[in-house]
């Protein structure tokens, strides 16, 4: 009896203490609701009052007060920050300020965007001085570089070192064909260097000269122009050489008649092959001679000048002669790039024999890649007759998880059998890590580019298996981009849940039913084109999730008679994003009679492109020939992925397929 009323007792005080814990959680859960919808009210009011900042600014300071403990408060102070120096006319008022928000938040996007913002703005003003103190070391913008260079000379009237100048343009995408010095506002800002007289000019010609040599070789003519303006008088002859093979590859064989042999000469004999082969490989084939019998060469330096050429003889007729003399420079080469090159060519012109001797001419190790074994699977069936090598190798290929295992499996006629990694369920305490609190509000705002900085440094340096609970963690919390992020970044491919999370499913469903595209085709493209990152921007402006290009969105817009008001901005609402990209792939879907491979390839490279190289196979091709011979290397993988994440999402949603239709498969290309 006494021991039941103890255990009694004792029964009653843990259900206290149960209770007692319960409502204190519930409690505490409901604060916190109230906390957090609390700062985002008053978040939303600062950005609201920031609009007007001047007129605003006592109702902006007393809510950034209370939203000291926000996670997002960084994100304000830089956005009030950008609000200050836009209205502060003194801007050296400012650079404190600056410099202390980039030092505390040097792990903050934000930071890096404030840097770039106020160093451009302080080369626009032209404050030198200014632009010194605030930036000792010259920065990598393209806007800015020759600025800071012209800003130091000007202060400080010392001789400049325009070697990391130089390097700088050298080793970035500073002089690329939409850049720095083609850009006709960036190019007066760099034309500022040349008002520099020479006796500034620190850097010795004998460099001036190499790095000249070096743009040669990057066949970058605009830093050419510009670092023949940095050679002084006596160098004139030099640079006149240059403009006029620059100008006149066909100069060459004139200026071999006197040349000496040094490193600078061997690169304007390969700079003016480099530009005469793409549109006369003929007159390339017959100058190598005429060149070198005036200067002398190195065997491995005459090879390289050969593999120029033929590398511009894969798109175009040649005669037999020409031909022969193609392949043998090839036999003779050890460019992987090249080889592969001939390969894909064999594979356009449907040559099997060729095809073989340029596989086994690649170094064993490359011939072990999956593209290549599965056409010397191909060579062994057609050519020797020889099935069971020929399977044993589509056997191998089907233990991996490729486009070519895929393809392996429907070759053999067997189902793919497809490899997916039991889920971790992420620990409760990830929810608590101040960047996971911190992303959290910045997906609420759909900053997605903030977080997914933010995520990026949470995966830095962190163990597989966290990283594996972070990718898990990030497909619940339907945080799709970084979802796929962490996959990539962890490498856990068989994660397919987190690596290829149904996103949007409903509206996929949606704006698919009824049309000739299939739901989880839509999601493929978006998810190869996008990574499911709804805001993300291409450098050629296509948005959104299905990166709709301006072309394709008024196509769209005409073809089936949309009347609503949209605009591309509008295109970064996934809805909308959805509903245009899925008219826009049906309509191509049909035009090319209902054919993934040809739609996928269209959807990436245009209609034309399409229509041009099958003009070229004519119907010679099958569908892996057609697909391996596409001379874009991003369209071709494009495709490929295109057609594996079909698969892959065909096999998650209980609808395992071929990873080719029948009549994609049977269809001669």
Same mark, same amino acid.
């Given at each position: 009896m006494i021991v039941y009323k103890k255990r009694k007792i004792w029964q009653v005080k843990n259900l206290c203490k149960y209770l007692i814990l319960f409502y204190f959680t519930t409690v505490t859960n409901i604060l916190y609701a109230d906390s957090i919808s609390q700062q985002r009210d008053d978040y939303k009011q600062i950005k609201i009052a920031l609009k007007n900042y001047n007129k605003n600014l006592p109702v902006i300071n007393k809510l950034l007060h209370k939203l000291k403990d926000y996670s997002l408060y960084p994100y304000l102070q830089y956005d009030?920050?950008?609000?200050?120096?836009?209205?502060?006319?003194?801007?050296?008022?400012?650079?404190?300020p600056v410099i202390n928000f980039i030092k505390e938040h040097s792990d903050l996007k934000v930071s890096?965007?404030?840097?770039?913002?106020? &160093?451009?703005?302080?080369? &626009?003003?032209?404050?030198?001085?200014d632009l010194m103190y605030f930036s000792p070391k010259a920065p990598k913008t393209a806007k800015c570089v020759c600025d800071w260079y012209y800003a130091k000379w000007s202060i400080e009237k010392k001789p400049i070192h325009f070697e990391d100048l130089i390097k700088n343009l050298l080793n970035s995408n500073l002089v690329s064909k939409k850049n720095l010095l083609n850009n006709k506002k960036n190019s007066n800002n760099c034309d500022k260097l040349f008002l520099?007289?020479?006796?500034?000019?620190? &850097?010795?010609?004998?460099?001036?000269?190499?790095?000249i040599r070096l743009a040669m070789k990057k066949n970058n003519h605009t830093l050419i122009n510009y670092l023949i303006k940095l050679l002084p008088s006596d160098y004139k002859n030099t640079a006149n050489t240059v403009l006029k093979i620059k100008n006149n590859p066909l100069f060459i064989t004139d200026f071999v008649k006197t040349a000496k042999s040094t490193p600078f000469n061997l690169q304007l004999i390969n700079y003016s092959i480099v530009n005469l082969s793409p549109k006369h490989a003929d007159l390339a084939i017959e100058k190598i001679p005429i060149i070198l019998s005036h200067y002398k060469m190195e065997n491995s330096d005459i090879q390289s000048l050969k593999e120029i050429v033929a590398n511009n003889m894969?798109?175009?007729?040649? &005669?037999?002669?020409q031909k022969i003399w193609r392949d043998s420079v090839i036999i003779n080469s050890k460019s992987v790039s090249l080889i592969e090159k001939r390969i894909r060519l064999s594979l356009k012109q449907n040559n099997i024999k060729d095809l073989k001797i340029f596989i086994e001419h690649l170094p064993y190790n490359m011939q072990a890649k999956e593209e290549w074994q599965y056409w010397k699977s191909y060579v062994l069936l057609v050519l020797n007759n020889n099935k069971i090598e020929s399977d044993k190798i589509l056997y191998n290929l089907m233990k991996k998880n490729s486009f070519y295992s895929l393809i392996a499996a429907q070759k053999l006629g067997i189902s793919y059998q497809f490899k997916q990694s039991k889920t971790i369920e992420p620990d409760p305490?990830?929810?608590?890590?101040?960047?996971?609190?911190?992303?959290?509000?910045?997906?609420?705002?759909n900053k997605y580019c903030f977080a997914k900085f933010e995520w990026n440094k949470l995966l830095t340096n962190k163990s597989n298996r966290f990283q594996t609970m972070l990718a898990s963690y990030a497909n619940k919390q339907q945080w799709w981009h970084l979802s796929v992020e962490t996959t990539i970044q962890a490498k856990i491919w068989n994660n397919l849940k987190e690596r290829f999370p149904l996103a949007w499913n409903e509206l996929y469903k949606k704006y698919t039913k009824g049309k000739n595209i299939t739901k989880n085709y839509a999601m493929a493209i978006s998810r190869q084109e996008s990574g499911w990152d709804p805001y993300v921007k291409s450098a050629n402006n296509a948005v959104g999730l299905m990166q709709i290009k301006n072309i394709a969105f008024t196509d769209t817009m005409q073809i089936c008679h949309i009347k609503q008001s949209l605009t591309m901005q509008k295109l970064f609402n996934p809805e909308n994003n959805i509903w245009v990209g899925t008219n826009y792939l049906e309509h191509i879907f049909k035009l090319v009679g209902k054919n993934r491979v040809l739609a996928s390839a269209a959807y990436n490279a245009g209609l034309s492109k399409i229509n041009q190289w099958r003009r070229v196979t004519a119907g010679k091709l099958d569908v892996v020939a057609f697909i391996e011979s596409i001379p874009f290397k991003e369209t071709r993988q494009y495709v490929k992925n295109v057609l594996l994440y079909n698969a892959y999402y065909n096999y998650l949603t209980g609808k395992p397929e071929n990873i080719l239709t029948p009549l994609e498969w049977n269809h001669s290309y």
């Open positions: 009030i920050l950008m609000e200050k120096i836009k209205n502060e006319k003194n801007l050296t008022l400012m650079q404190k890096h965007l404030l840097s770039y913002y106020f &160093t451009e703005l302080l080369v &626009t003003k032209h404050r030198w001085k520099i007289p020479h006796k500034y000019i620190a &850097t010795p010609p004998s460099v001036i000269i190499e790095y894969m798109d175009r007729e040649f &005669t037999s002669k305490s990830i929810s608590k890590i101040k960047k996971i609190i911190r992303i959290n509000e910045l997906m609420y705002w």
